[in-house]
C-alpha cells in the first residue's frame, strides 16, 4: 500500500483543469477486471480536474529496461469523476507495455503521460441515440462515453453491444449491468464467441451479423455509430453498416492499431465481408530508404513504418498514432498521406518531414533515412 491520499489535499474550491500536455501522474488504483485485463487509476499530486471528451486517449512515457517507450491508451473512465482518470489495460502476448504495466505498476509509482487528445469521441458527434459497438478491449472509448451519458443524466438513447470471446473475457460485465438496470436509455447486449467447459451464457452467441443486428438495434440507421475493436472486427461492421445503406457520415471508429498475428487469425473469422476487398489485386510501388541503401516493394496504402520494416530498416516508434514524433523522417520524394495527431511542426511538414507511424505510401517514395 502506498501512503499517497488524494483526499489529503482535494479542495474543489482550489482545483485547476487538465490540459493537453505532459503530465506526470501518480497510480492510486488497480482494479483486475479480467484475466488478462487490468484498471489502473491515475490522479496528479496537486488538485486538478482530468476534463477530456469521452472516448479521448492518453500517452504514456515509459522507461523500461533503460529505455524511452511511448504507447497510448484510451481514458476508460468518465469526465464526470473528474479528480481522476483510468486506463483500462489488456495483456497483449509478448507485448512489451502492456506486460510491464500489468507486471509493474502499482499504488504509488509515478508516470508520464501526455494529452488528452483524439477524434474518436462524443462530444464532437453529438446525436440523440447511439449505437456502441465494442469488440474486446476496444469497450474502453464506448464505456467513457457511456459511463459519461449514464453520470449525466444525459437523455441520449444508448444501445450498447459489446463482443467478447467468451463470458470470463467480458470487460465491466457488472458495471453494464448495474448501469442499464438502473436506466430505461441504456440497453446492453453481449455477444460471445464461444463459452469455455462448465460455463452458463444465455447471450447471443458468435460474431455480431446482420441478423443480430436487427434485433439488437432495429432502428440502427436512426443511430449515430460509435465502433471500437480489432481491425477485422471494425472492418466486418463498417462492411455490414455500408451493405446496409447506413449513412457512413454517422459512423465513428477508433483503431488500436495493428494486432498480433495470433488474434488477427481468430478474429478473422468475424471478416467474410472485408475478405472480399482483401481479394482485389493491388498497386505495387517502391520505397528507398537512400541512408540504409535499402528498398522494398509494397502494396499502395501501406503505412510508412511496415514498408520500413519490411525492407529491414529500424525507424523508431513509439506512440505509433502521430503525437510523439520519435518516428518522424525526411521524405525527398513520393506521394503519401498523413494523418497525425500534434507530433510534428508545419515548419516540418514543409520541410518534407512526415510522421512514418501514420503516413500511407500513396506512390514510389525515396526516404532520407
Ligand atoms: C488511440 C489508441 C488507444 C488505445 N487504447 C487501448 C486501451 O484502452 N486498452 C488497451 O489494452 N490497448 C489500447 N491500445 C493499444 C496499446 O497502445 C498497445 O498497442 C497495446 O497495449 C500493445 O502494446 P505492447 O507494448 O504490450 O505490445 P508491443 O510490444 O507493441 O507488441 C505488440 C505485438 O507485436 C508483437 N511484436 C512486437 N515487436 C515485434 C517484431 N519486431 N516482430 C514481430 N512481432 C512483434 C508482440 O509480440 C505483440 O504480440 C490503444 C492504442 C491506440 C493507438
Same mark, same amino acid.
Given at each position: 500500500?502506498?501512503?499517497?491520499?488524494?483526499?489529503? *489535499?482535494?479542495? $474543489?474550491? &482550489?482545483? =485547476? %483543469?487538465?490540459?493537453?500536455?505532459?503530465?506526470?501522474? @501518480?497510480?492510486?488504483?488497480?482494479?483486475?477486471?479480467?484475466?488478462?485485463?487490468?484498471?489502473?487509476?491515475?490522479?496528479?499530486?496537486?488538485?486538478?480536474?482530468? *476534463?477530456?471528451? $469521452?472516448? &479521448?486517449? =492518453? %500517452?504514456?512515457?515509459?522507461?523500461?529496461?533503460?529505455? @524511452?517507450?511511448?504507447?497510448?491508451?484510451?481514458?476508460?473512465?468518465?469526465?464526470?469523476?473528474?479528480?481522476?482518470?483510468?486506463?483500462?489495460?489488456?495483456?497483449?502476448?509478448?507485448?512489451?507495455?502492456?506486460?510491464?504495466?500489468?507486471?509493474?505498476?502499482?499504488?504509488?509509482?509515478?508516470?508520464?503521460?501526455?494529452?488528452?487528445?483524439?477524434?474518436?469521441?462524443?462530444?464532437?458527434?453529438?446525436?440523440?441515440?447511439?449505437?456502441?459497438?465494442?469488440?474486446?478491449?476496444?469497450?474502453?472509448?464506448?464505456?467513457?462515453?457511456?459511463?459519461?451519458?449514464?453520470?449525466?443524466?444525459?437523455?441520449?438513447?444508448?444501445?450498447?453491444?459489446?463482443?467478447?470471446?467468451?463470458?470470463?473475457?467480458?470487460?465491466?460485465?457488472?458495471?453494464?449491468?448495474?448501469?442499464?438496470?438502473?436506466?430505461?436509455?441504456?440497453?446492453?447486449?453481449?455477444?460471445?464467441?464461444?463459452?469455455?467447459?462448465?460455463?452458463?451464457?444465455?447471450?447471443?452467441?458468435?460474431?455480431?451479423?446482420?441478423?443480430?443486428?436487427?434485433?439488437?438495434?432495429?432502428?440502427?440507421?436512426?443511430?449515430?455509430?460509435?465502433?471500437?475493436?480489432?481491425?477485422?472486427?471494425?472492418?466486418?461492421?463498417?462492411?455490414?453498416?455500408?451493405?446496409?445503406?447506413?449513412?457512413?457520415?454517422?459512423?465513428?471508429?477508433?483503431?488500436?492499431?495493428?494486432?498480433?498475428?495470433?488474434?488477427?487469425?481468430?478474429?478473422?473469422?468475424?471478416?467474410?465481408?472485408?475478405?472480399?476487398?482483401?481479394?482485389?489485386?493491388?498497386?505495387?510501388?517502391?520505397?528507398?530508404?537512400?541512408?540504409?541503401?535499402?528498398?522494398?516493394?509494397?502494396?499502395?496504402?501501406?503505412?510508412?513504418?511496415?514498408?520500413?520494416?519490411?525492407?529491414?530498416?529500424?525507424?523508431?516508434?513509439?506512440?505509433?498514432?502521430?503525437?510523439?514524433?520519435?518516428?518522424?523522417?525526411?521524405?525527398?520524394?513520393?506521394?503519401?498521406?498523413?494523418?497525425?495527431?500534434?507530433?510534428?511542426?508545419?515548419?516540418?511538414?514543409?520541410?518534407?518531414?512526415?510522421?512514418?507511424?501514420?503516413?500511407?505510401?500513396?506512390?514510389?517514395?525515396?526516404?532520407?533515412?
Amino acid at each position: 500500500m502506498s501512503n499517497f491520499n488524494t483526499s489529503d *489535499f482535494l479542495n $474543489p474550491m &482550489q482545483t =485547476v %483543469t487538465w490540459a493537453n500536455g505532459r503530465h506526470e501522474v @501518480r497510480c492510486v488504483k488497480v482494479i483486475a477486471e479480467t484475466h488478462d485485463v487490468t484498471t489502473f487509476t491515475f490522479a496528479m499530486s496537486q488538485p486538478v480536474l482530468f *476534463f477530456f471528451k $469521452p472516448g &479521448q486517449f =492518453v %500517452t504514456l512515457e515509459l522507461e523500461i529496461d533503460g529505455e @524511452r517507450i511511448m504507447r497510448s491508451y484510451t481514458i476508460s473512465s468518465s469526465p464526470s469523476i473528474p479528480y481522476s482518470f483510468s486506463i483500462t489495460v489488456k495483456r497483449v502476448a509478448g507485448g512489451v507495455v502492456s506486460n510491464w504495466l500489468h507486471d509493474n505498476l502499482k499504488s504509488g509509482d509515478q508516470i508520464a503521460v501526455h494529452g488528452p487528445v483524439g477524434q474518436f469521441n462524443c462530444m464532437d458527434f453529438p446525436a440523440d441515440k447511439v449505437l456502441l459497438l465494442s469488440g474486446g478491449v476496444g469497450i474502453t472509448p464506448v464505456m467513457s462515453m457511456a459511463r459519461w451519458w449514464f453520470d449525466t443524466d444525459s437523455e441520449v438513447d444508448m444501445i450498447f453491444a459489446h463482443s467478447a470471446r467468451s463470458p470470463k473475457d467480458i470487460i465491466y460485465a457488472r458495471e453494464l449491468d448495474f448501469m442499464s438496470t438502473r436506466i430505461d436509455n441504456l440497453q446492453v447486449h453481449l455477444i460471445c464467441e464461444d463459452t469455455n467447459v462448465g460455463e452458463a451464457w444465455s447471450g447471443y452467441r458468435g460474431y455480431l451479423n446482420e441478423h443480430m443486428l436487427s434485433l439488437i438495434a432495429p432502428d440502427f440507421m436512426e443511430r449515430e455509430v460509435f465502433c471500437c475493436g480489432p481491425e477485422p472486427y471494425m472492418r466486418a461492421v463498417k462492411a455490414m453498416l455500408q451493405a446496409l445503406g447506413f449513412d457512413m457520415d454517422r459512423y465513428h471508429e477508433e483503431s488500436f492499431g495493428e494486432v498480433p498475428v495470433k488474434d488477427v487469425k481468430q478474429a478473422e473469422k468475424h471478416a467474410d465481408a472485408a475478405e472480399l476487398e482483401n481479394q482485389q489485386p493491388k498497386e505495387m510501388v517502391t520505397v528507398n530508404f537512400t541512408d540504409a541503401g535499402k528498398e522494398v516493394q509494397v502494396e499502395v496504402g501501406t503505412n510508412l513504418n511496415q514498408a520500413a520494416v519490411d525492407a529491414g530498416v529500424n525507424i523508431a516508434k513509439a506512440c505509433g498514432v502521430g503525437i510523439c514524433g520519435a518516428c518522424r523522417v525526411q521524405v525527398v520524394s513520393g506521394e503519401r498521406t498523413m494523418t497525425q495527431n500534434g507530433g510534428i511542426s508545419d515548419e516540418e511538414i514543409e520541410a518534407g518531414y512526415v510522421l512514418s507511424c501514420c503516413t500511407t505510401v500513396d506512390g514510389d517514395m525515396v526516404i532520407d533515412y
